[in-house]
Nanobody, 126 residues
Framework: QVQVVESGGGLVQAGGSLRLSCTES????????MAWFRQAPGNERELVAG????????YYADSVKGRFTISRDGAKNTVYLQMNSLKPEDTAVYYC???????????????????WGRGTQVTVSS
């Protein structure tokens, strides 16, 4: 397993933007599918966005389509989540996840990911 560490959370007003970063500690970043999940109090953990190992396939939850963008930088072993037009309902702890998988599709179940970060809080005020 590799270690992943998130950063970039914080407090922002509705309509604002944040960029989350997730850095992976291993030397095989290009072999990992990556994703961002989130969990709000009382809710189950849900997939926000995912990206395959090569970066040419992405997935977004309907609730964030058109507002969030996931991307990856192999040179920096980092995956990003650019969040624009934030809404109060986006408030949650955001988790980065990694899975050693080089298939072309995006993995969408949390059970498919075996490395998780500790999470970063995103709070959107109205």
């Amino acid at each position: 397993q590799v270690q992943v560490v998130e950063s970039g959370g914080g407090l922002v007003q509705a309509g604002g933007s944040l960029r989350l970063s997730c850095t992976e500690s291993g030397r095989t970043f290009s072999s990992y599918a990556m994703a961002w999940f989130r969990q709000a109090p009382g809710n189950e953990r849900e997939l926000v966005a995912g990206i395959n190992w090569s970066g040419d396939s992405t997935y977004y939850a309907d609730s964030v389509k058109g507002r969030f963008t996931i991307s990856r930088d192999g040179a920096k072993n980092t995956v990003y989540l650019q969040m624009n037009s934030l809404k109060p309902e986006d408030t949650a702890v955001y988790y980065c996840a990694a899975a050693y998988y080089s298939g072309s599709e995006v993995l969408t179940s949390p059970l498919q990911y075996n490395s998780w970060g500790r999470g970063t809080q995103v709070t959107v005020s109205s």
